[in-house]
């Protein structure tokens, strides 16, 4: 049986950089920071005390009050670019088509603000003080659940926690699900909001945080030479899924067609990539392939590109595995320098970045980026964006535990 065509007919996306589409989009076509100093909580004695805040988010317009505090921040932020997503789409889930529309949104790790609060209140108040809905404030797949009862998507329904590939598997896997024929309408992606103690305490632990934080808006400096860790940020990116058959019968708008899909495991350390980047290199011929691309016909790649040592040098030596000289040709960014790191939202912000790439034909900057590491010698669009005509974008996500997601889109065309 021949693959179905999908394709992205809504996209929602809240970042450091703004909430909603049109306003994260211009920020990072500006080459706009969205890094500042921590306000959620008193870092003052933390080694990193900067971070990627969603700014001015208020729950209550997308939320009805009553059920905000039944949630976590992490799944108000997914309701909210689930609901953009839907709005920009045009599709209206009915009892007729229920049971074909699915969802798969996932989260690195979930309602760590709830679990940190809830503590503390068994400490202070006793075990009779804690909410009954403290289970399904924090547990992964309640963002995939709230999201089918908002909008009564009956079809398949599950939650990815791969760490910061999340996002990607999310889409991907919904992608395969439209694909043999299993849903027509998926909504997909991934959200975090971890910026709490333990969140940034956690990550301090491991040495795996920039601390310049004398200087925000720079800290977050992928493939630069003193670049020093990554930066934690939150948000969400959502992506309404079609198969095109269903997308065409309703008149739908379509940005972009889903190409490819590949995932891999490193199988080398908990947190380090495999030094050859060979999981990497794999994860991207895997989603060529599936594709039917030839890795001359790639314009752009929205790479993982965190600002860690290793991994900025390690996803760099992968490409070069997969494209050998067509590397030194192709446009690489990391919007992370804008947006920061979004754990298991990442893979669906930049699903929607790249989207919104091949949709405009125009590519992101790299910004931070002024002594480039001499191992990390590709195109990284520095500092301002590139107006190019994009066919094919890859999207990188890799995260630990040595998983790997890469998503191929493409120019839709009938």
């Known amino acids: 049986m021949d693959k179905r065509r999908v394709v992205i007919t809504g996209m929602g996306m809240i970042t450091p950089l703004g909430i909603g589409v049109e306003k994260s989009w211009e920020g990072l076509l500006a080459g706009k920071p969205g890094i500042r100093r921590i306000t959620q909580f008193d870092a003052s004695g933390f080694a990193t005390r900067i971070a990627g805040e969603v700014d001015g988010f208020e729950p209550e317009e997308y939320i009805e009050a009553k059920e905000i505090k039944k949630m976590d921040r992490f799944i108000h932020l997914a309701l909210a670019a689930s609901q953009m997503a839907m709005d920009s789409s045009g599709l209206k889930i009915t009892e007729e088509n229920a049971e074909r529309a699915g969802v798969i949104v996932g989260s690195g790790i979930g309602g760590l603000h709830a679990i940190e609060h809830y503590h503390s209140v068994l400490l202070e108040k006793g075990p009779r003080r804690i909410t009954p809905f403290f289970i399904p404030m924090l547990i992964v797949n309640l963002a995939s659940g709230q999201i089918s009862i908002r909008f009564g998507a009956k079809g398949p329904n599950s939650a990815v926690a791969t760490a910061c590939a999340t996002g990607s598997h999310a889409i991907g896997d919904a992608f395969k699900i439209i694909q043999r024929g299993d849903a027509d309408v998926m909504i997909a992606g991934g959200t975090e909001s971890v910026?709490?103690?333990?969140?940034?305490?956690?990550?301090?632990?491991?040495?795996?945080?920039?601390?310049?934080?004398?200087?925000?808006?720079?800290?977050?400096?992928?493939?630069?030479?003193?670049?020093?860790?990554?930066?934690?940020?939150?948000?969400?990116?959502?992506?309404?899924?079609?198969?095109?058959?269903?997308?065409?019968?309703?008149?739908?708008?379509?940005?972009?067609?889903?190409?490819?899909?590949?995932?891999?495991?490193?199988?080398?350390?908990?947190?380090?990539?495999?030094?050859?980047?060979?999981?990497?290199?794999?994860?991207?011929?895997?989603?060529?392939?599936?594709?039917?691309?030839?890795?001359?016909?790639v314009t752009y790649i929205n790479a993982h590109g965190t600002s860690t040592k290793y991994g900025d040098e390690i996803e760099t030596t992968a490409i070069k595995t997969v494209f050998g000289d067509h590397a030194y040709k192709m446009l690489v960014s990391s919007t992370k320098s804008m947006t920061g790191h979004l754990l298991g939202a990442a893979g669906g912000v930049e699903t929607v970045i790249t989207a919104l790439s091949i949709d405009n034909d125009i590519v992101p900057p790299t910004i931070n980026l002024d002594t480039p590491d001499p191992a990390c010698d590709l195109d990284y669009v520095p500092g301002h964006a590139r107006k190019t005509t994009v066919n094919y974008a890859l999207s990188n996500s890799f995260g630990f535990g040595g998983t790997n997601a890469c998503l191929l889109l493409k120019k839709f065309k009938d």
């Open 195 to 297: 910026i709490t103690p333990l969140g940034i305490g956690g990550f301090n632990a491991m040495k795996a945080l920039s601390t310049r934080n004398d200087e925000p808006e720079k800290a977050s400096r992928p493939f630069e030479l003193d670049r020093d860790g990554f930066i934690m940020g939150e948000g969400a990116g959502i992506v309404i899924l079609e198969s095109l058959e269903h997308a065409k019968e309703r008149r739908a708008k379509i940005s972009v067609e889903m190409a490819g899909y590949g995932m891999t495991a490193d199988a080398y350390h908990i947190t380090a990539p495999s030094p050859n980047g060979e999981g990497a290199a794999q994860c991207m011929r895997i989603a060529l392939k599936d594709a039917g691309v030839a890795p001359s016909e």
